[in-house]
């Protein structure tokens, strides 16, 4: 019988990850953020979120997978989740860009935001992506005016509007959905104006120097919640 050796090993093991975890650098953080193994949206949605019926497309363009929308029940409560996608395996993290939505998703998020309004529903926003699509084709659909007109309609919205990061928050793509009265990180996530991979090439012309700009950048959920 090797239930007590077993329960001794499992004790210290569970002891050891708890004593890593607590003093993790700014860039093991990002690291940890990016996970291949870390849940999703849709992990969290079929964990926490009953009778939930997706909304698609923006009715200007095309239905961006990289941005989900629809409305559910969190603990009783009815309310519009919007949200990134990076996809569990390699073809839907494909599909959906990695979680990096083009203009359309920005656009397909706020007219859904403005439908919940109309019905008087909260709004909760789950940030989780790099930024938004670098791409040309997002350039050409006007990807910066889509993240500033949302930036601009959410601060007015007449519903509550709680975002949460759970896993990454990166640059405008983060921004798009993330104006809220309330904002809450995982404690393993980072929020950050830029990465830190293109923090290191402006301001050293190297990536790889990029543990240096993830320090530097504060982007913890420890550091921003010590800056207030």
């Known amino acids: 019988d090797r239930s007590e050796e077993i329960r001794k090993l499992r004790t210290a093991w569970e002891n050891v990850t708890r004593r890593t975890y607590e003093k993790l650098t700014a860039w093991e953080t990002v690291l940890v953020a990016r996970h291949p193994r870390r849940p999703v949206l849709q992990d969290y949605l079929d964990g926490c979120v009953k009778d939930f019926c997706e909304l698609h497309g923006d009715r200007c363009f095309g239905d961006d997978k990289a941005m989900i929308t629809g409305f559910g029940r969190i603990g009783g409560i009815k309310a519009l989740i919007v949200g990134h996608d990076k996809g569990r395996d390699t073809k839907e993290k494909i599909e959906r860009h990695f979680g990096c939505a083009h ?15 109309k019905f008087k529903l909260p709004v909760v926003c789950i940030i989780d992506t790099q930024g938004a699509f670098p791409g040309d084709r997002a350039e050409e659909r006007g990807i910066a005016q ?6 601009m309609e959410m601060s007015r919205l007449r519903v509550p509007i709680c975002c949460l990061v759970i896993g990454e928050g990166g640059s405008g793509g983060a921004l798009g959905i993330g104006v809220g009265d309330r904002l809450a990180m995982f404690e393993h996530a980072y929020y950050s104006v830029i990465t830190p991979e293109g923090c290191a090439a402006i301001l050293w012309k190297s990536a790889e120097r990029a543990s240096e700009a993830a320090q530097a950048l504060r982007l913890t959920s420890r550091d921003l919640k010590k800056m207030n």
């Not at 203009?103 to 309004?117: S, T």
């Not at 889509?146 to 930036?151: F, R, S």
């Open 103 to 117: 203009p359309e998703g920005y656009r397909k998020a706020l007219l859904k935001m403005k439908l919940a309004e």
């Open 146 to 151: 889509a993240i500033a007109v949302n930036l």
